[in-house]
């Protein structure tokens, strides 16, 4: 009962996979843009807010396929990237990672930035008059005291790329073994009739992963918070 | 050692147009709140850009519209003592100290070591302890450490006591002096609190409405009280140097020297010797133009009337020349006219002994 398929397995594998690139290659894209909304100002600062803010107002499907146009094999991007790296992301588990960090992105951002509007300023000045340059401050003072909120910015990004599904199958369909995550595995599932009990399977499995994910980053979190107090 | 500021800056409605040149020790920078000191020292620690002006420490422009300098504020080699001391919530105290350390150790030819640091404002038990739960006296005391240990040519202090009841601004205030006495550090102390300024600083500069009122050696400044009370001093009066001569123990009073005589004050925790610097204020000085005869006052002197200044007001500052030293006292304009007391009639200057303010700490 408790043995996992291969199917299964296969399924956690990719979903985990997918999600840990997604979340960890956005994040210090997430770091820089979130100080960028909460620091500077320059023009067209709303509409850029409003371009990062897209994923979470409208439905997955337009992004999945804004990501199809862009990312596919003709597509501006993924044209270029094919013809410099020789990469395609389209249909791969890469552009799982792709469809899930877009998605999830917005969350991250948001989390960090407020937690960066937070920190009081005048630390930063203080440390520039200790003989700290703009870049040392950054890293020793606001990235640390960022720490909460970047954890935070993590686990809701990571929660919502390993739900990912609308962005995703637009985007890279349902090839198995390459984007079979496990909300596109249950999806194929319930589209064949007798697989219910299959299909309760992965439901149990996503709710153990989901309630293992969130018990280690209120560990990590509870740690960043009592080092950032300074005890 | 040498600071020469001449800078212009709006804000708004209000104006900074500052100039004054003073030399090493400890410098004030006295004046009301909303007068323009914070603003002038962020200047000079290059947290804030002036419209246009130079600064110039020790020889070295840090600022100069003229070229387009503008040191950035982690390359001027200032320290800054913040009114609220600003310490890293995410690290201990020892690594709030040797945060400026390890940024300016090849910089810099003269390194406070951090152990006399740490001696000299008793912060050895503080050291593993977390900044929130500190004191307000001991997180100041931290930041002190902190700036000091960053080896700064100059360090600037922003009313670093206003946040500090009064009992711990006099515990700080003998840290502050043994600061500028053990590492020569020289020191710009913006402040609003005229004693604070009569126990630490040489010279002062007298900050009104963005613009520099009066310059000099504090004995001089703080001896023009029209100056003070524009920046809004209500305890105006004459500052004067004096040497401990003698105490009597039994009476509990000090007998200390000037030029003009010897005043006698009570005056615990004074030894002979001691060169402090009283204060009396104007208001507790009366005068007698014959001298007076079974009066319970200690003090009285013989001198000349040099100046007065009748602001139209029904009480006139009058100064009294007494050996060399000016007394100024506050009498009413009735009074005046009364004793017919002009600039150069001979009258007696009476102070009570327990009126005396003596620079050397707690009331």
């Known amino acids: ?231 | 050692m040498s600071i020469t500021v001449d800078i212009r800056k709006s804000l708004g409605a209000f104006t900074i147009d500052i100039w004054f040149e003073c030399n090493a020790g400890v410098i004030a920078l006295f004046g009301r709140s909303g007068a323009g000191k914070t603003s002038i020292i962020q200047m000079l620690a290059g947290l804030v850009s002036p419209d246009n002006g130079r600064i110039v420490i020790d020889g070295d422009p840090v600022y100069d519209s003229s070229t387009n300098l503008d040191t950035p504020p982690n390359k001027r080699g200032i320290g800054y003592v913040f009114q609220d001391a600003r310490l890293f919530p995410h690290m201990n105290v020892r690594r709030n100290l040797e945060y400026g350390t390890r940024r300016n150790s090849e910089t810099s030819e003269r390194n406070p070591v951090f152990d006399e640091v740490v001696d000299v404002l008793a912060l050895a038990p503080l050291l593993t302890r977390a900044p929130q739960g500190l004191s307000g006296g001991e997180r100041q005391r931290v930041a002190i450490g902190r700036a000091l240990l960053s080896a700064p040519k100059l360090l600037l202090m922003d009313e670093p006591l206003a946040s500090l009841d009064a009992e711990r601004k006099w515990e700080i205030l003998p840290f502050i002096e043994s600061i500028h006495r053990e590492f020569a550090t020289p020191i710009i102390y913006v402040s609003h609190s005229s004693d604070e300024i009569l126990q630490i600083a040489d010279e002062m500069v007298l900050i009104v409405n963005g613009g520099v009122a009066a310059a000099g050696p504090v004995e001089e400044v703080m001896n023009r009280p029209n100056l003070l009370r524009a920046a809004g001093d209500s305890n105006v009066g004459s500052v004067i140097p004096v040497v401990v001569d003698r105490c009597d123990d039994e009476y509990g009073i000090a007998a200390l020297s000037f030029p003009g005589g010897e005043f006698q004050v009570t005056a615990p925790a004074l030894l002979p010797g001691d060169r402090v610097r009283i204060r009396v204020r104007a208001r507790d000085v009366s005068l007698a133009t014959k001298r007076p005869q079974d009066v319970s006052l200690l003090n009285v002197f013989e001198g000349t009337v040099v100046e007065i200044s009748n602001t139209g007001q029904p009480q006139a500052d009058v100064s009294v020349n007494v050996g060399g030293a000016t007394v100024w006292s506050q009498i009413t304009r009735k009074s005046l006219d009364d004793l017919a007391i002009r600039p150069g009639s001979t009258v007696y200057a009476m102070i009570k002994a327990v009126a005396i303010d003596r620079p050397a700490g707690s009331p």
């Open chain 1, 1 to 231: 009962m408790f043995a996992l398929s291969p199917l299964e397995l296969e399924a956690v594998r990719l979903s985990l996979k997918v999600s840990v690139w997604a979340v960890s290659v956005s994040l210090p894209l997430g770091i820089a843009v979130a100080w960028l909304l909460a620091r500077r100002d320059f023009p067209g600062k709303s509409l850029f807010d409003a371009i990062i803010h897209l994923p979470l107002v409208v439905p997955p499907v337009v992004i999945g396929y804004l990501l199809l146009v862009l990312f596919g094999r003709k597509g501006a991007v993924g044209a270029w990237l094919y013809d410099t790296f020789g990469i395609t992301v389209a249909f791969s588990w890469q552009g799982a990672a792709v469809a899930a960090a877009v998605m999830a992105f917005p969350l991250m951002v948001r989390a960090i930035r407020l937690s960066i509007e937070a920190i009081d300023t005048r630390l930063e000045q203080a440390a520039r008059t200790l003989g700290a340059g703009p870049l040392d401050v950054f890293f020793t003072i606001t990235l640390p005291l960022t720490g909460s909120g970047i954890v935070v910015g993590v686990i809701l990004a990571f929660a919502r790329a390993l739900g990912e599904f609308g962005a995703t199958i637009t985007f890279v369909s349902a090839i198995p073994g390459e984007t079979t995550t496990l909300p596109i595995a249950l999806y194929g599932l319930t589209q064949v009739p007798g697989q219910e009990n299959s299909a309760i399977r992965l439901v149990v499995l996503s709710v153990i992963i989901a309630f293992v994910a969130m018990f280690v980053s209120e560990l990590i979190a509870r740690r960043v918070r009592r080092r950032i107090s300074g005890a």
